[in-house]
């Protein structure tokens, strides 16, 4: 199973990003796809969550109002749309999937991890 991130990079506070997580049609087809970030020096977090068959969604707290994930079940691929974004946003982003039904918030509920993406806000 493949995950591929794209879409990071370097911001202004304030500004937006759209990350994106494409995967294969099979992958897409059940479970869960989450976003994690690790900042430098610290655990990787859960940043949010989709259900691919329902849309439910969920977000962590530091997110909620500025970040917004969505599918695209014709591509195959999820997007994370953050926007306001803060320095203390800066990490590399992951993109990971889980066949399980609910929305994992935790490393160990996930199956497949992409290789991340880097954001870099600037104050």
């Known amino acids: 199973v493949q995950l591929e991130e794209s879409g990071g990079g370097l911001v202004q506070a304030g500004g937006s990003l759209r990350l994106s997580c494409a995967t294969s049609r099979l992958t897409f087809s059940r479970g869960t796809m989450t976003w994690f970030r690790q900042a430098p020096g610290k655990y990787r977090e859960f940043v949010s969550g989709?259900?691919?068959?329902?849309?439910?969604?969920r977000y962590a707290d530091s997110v909620k109002g500025r970040f917004t994930i969505s599918r695209d079940n014709a591509k195959n691929t999820v997007y994370l749309q953050m926007n306001s974004l803060k320095p203390e946003d800066t990490a590399v982003y992951y993109c990971?999937?889980?066949?399980?039904?609910?929305?994992?918030?935790?490393?160990?509920?996930?199956?497949?991890w992409g290789k991340g993406t880097p954001v870099t806000v600037s104050s």
């Open positions: 989709i259900i691919l068959s329902s849309g439910s969604t």
């Open positions: 990971a999937s889980s066949t399980s039904t609910g929305i994992p918030e935790y490393e160990g509920g996930m199956d497949y």
